[in-house]
């Protein structure tokens, strides 16, 4: 089990460069060789350190610095720092987050949901969809013909911005 969610990673990673331009991406260079102060293709601990000493903000605590730290998935080489800027800037949660929101309504683990379902639960809980915003979802990922919304592709769109199907 474990090659197969080393390969999602991998297959998520190796995607992050299509987020972005070319020029964008030698910003994001150019940033990453700045902060990797000792230059071993990592930044650690001491390179964020360095990196505030150098911006002028000396009293940063350890606390502050393993928390920034955290937020990565492992070790910070280039395409990891890329792939968190570009959960930042898309603005949208990790896949992982998206699936478990849904999985509360799916607790077989099946990947779909009836669309009536899902459509009553957007439309009365927390942040309200109205029905014509229900109504675009659906136009923009369709119910099958019994009427389900496969959550999982709807979770790939919107953190890879397209079908798997299409890859």
């Known amino acids: 089990m474990a090659p197969k969610k080393a390969k999602k990673k991998e297959a998520a990673s190796s995607n992050v460069f299509s987020m972005f331009e070319q020029s964008q991406i030698q910003e994001f260079k150019e940033a990453f060789t700045i902060m990797d102060q000792n230059r071993d293709g990592f930044i650690d601990k001491n390179d964020l350190r360095d990196t505030f000493a150098a911006l002028g903000r000396l009293n940063v605590g350890n606390d502050e610095l393993d928390e920034m730290l955290k937020e990565a998935s492992g070790p910070i080489n280039f395409t990891v720092f890329l792939t968190m800027f570009g959960e930042k800037l898309k603005g949208t949660d990790p896949e992982e987050t998206i699936l ?3 999985k509360i309504f799916d607790p077989e683990g099946t990947g779909i ?3 009536e379902e899902i459509k009553y639960h957007l439309m009365s809980q927390a942040d309200k969809f109205t029905e014509a915003e229900v109504n ?7 119910l099958d013909v019994a009427g389900n919304l496969d959550y999982k592709n709807l979770c790939y769109v919107i953190t890879h911005g397209e079908d798997k199907e299409q890859e």
Not at 136 to 142: A, E, K, S, V, W
Request: proline letters at 8%; hydrophobic letters at 45%; zero cysteines.
């Open 113 to 115: 949901l009836k669309g």
């Open 100 to 102: 478990n929101a849904f």
């Open 136 to 142: 675009q979802m659906f136009t923009n990922f369709p």
